[in-house]
């Protein structure tokens, strides 16, 4: 289907509410939500073969994770049909994962059924503040709701990494802000171990997090003077044993995290896709 490119983003907007799917900040909801020019409504595409056809995966741009749908967990109170939520890479329920995207009558638009059977849908139609998005069945495919109707918006590249959001300083004294552990793998590209570790992090600030590692790794110093925290690139893993970049600040839960570390202008780092968001 000419809408999804493995490797690149894209943007789901619901034509009906005129809002695009979003991963919430949590790590962990999906919702809808009006701001275009955000990572969090950013999703990148793994095509994944299947018999006569390609399914999708769908991992959010700001946090990594999977688009996935419950097989049995109900929706929240106001919505219809059953819960979809961000769940990690190395799910055991590899089929909570997966997607099949169908063309909606018009060509315009798809539909995105669900590996369970049921369709990606919005809510709200009425009740604006239900602003959810769920997976529901349907009795006839050519009767189709048009809440179930994703416009796809391609999200172009960027030539380089954006900049890291600043560091917005702790409202709180540093023992009352949560924590998580973080454990890192720094590989050569050949895939040696040159360093690892595990932190307990504060904060959801991923510049801190970034200049917490360069100081681990002792960039700077010795035979790595010549590397500061700038040359860091933190990546998340994905299903398919590519480096996701981690360019925005943590999820505001405690979920532990596994950060893979890239050096700019390696091979592993030019690999790398970044979604262009505020492109037109």
């Known amino acids: 289907m000419d809408q999804f490119h493995h490797g690149h983003h894209v943007r789901l907007r619901s034509p009906v509410r005129g809002a695009y799917l ?3 900040e949590d790590g962990h909801g999906v919702s809808l939500h009006g701001r275009r020019d955000s ?3 950013a999703w990148a595409v793994h095509l994944v073969e299947g018999d006569d056809v390609h399914y999708l995966h769908l991992h959010s741009a700001a946090y990594g994770r999977y688009l996935a749908a419950s097989a049995t967990a109900p929706a929240p109170l106001g919505h219809r049909g059953l819960r979809v939520e961000q769940r990690n890479y190395n799910h055991t329920d590899e089929t909570a994962l997966v997607w ?3 063309l909606s009558d018009s060509g315009d638009e798809v539909l995105l059924q669900h590996f369970n059977g049921r369709f990606l849908r919005a809510n709200g139609r009425y009740l604006p503040w239900n602003d959810g998005a769920s997976v529901d069945y349907i009795s006839d495919i050519h009767r189709v709701s048009t809440m179930m109707h994703w416009a796809v ?3 172009p590249a960027r030539e380089a990494m954006p900049p890291l959001p600043p560091p917005t300083g702790l409202p709180f004294p ?5 924590s ?4 890192y793998a720094w590989r050569s590209f050949h895939g040696d171990l040159l360093a690892s570790g595990t932190i307990v992090f504060r904060g959801r600030s ?3 997090l970034r200049e917490e590692l360069a100081r681990r790794l002792g960039l700077g110093v010795g035979l790595l003077a010549n590397l500061g925290a700038d040359d860091i690139v933190m990546c998340l893993p994905t299903r398919d044993a590519r480096l996701f970049p981690l360019v925005v600040d943590l999820p505001n839960s405690r979920q532990s995290l596994h950060i893979a570390i890239a050096i700019t202008e390696t091979p592993t780092h030019a690999a790398m896709r970044y979604a262009d968001v505020d492109a037109e």
Do not use: G, K, Q
Not at 174 to 178: D, F, G, R
Not at 180 to 183: E, G, K, S, Y
């Open 22 to 24: 979003h991963a919430d």
């Open 174 to 178: 540093a023992a009352m802000v949560p």
């Open 153 to 155: 918006e391609h999200v």
């Open 180 to 183: 998580r552990v973080i454990t």
């Open 39 to 41: 990572m969090n409504v």
């Open 100 to 102: 099949l995207a169908i």
């Open 206 to 208: 991923v510049f801190c």
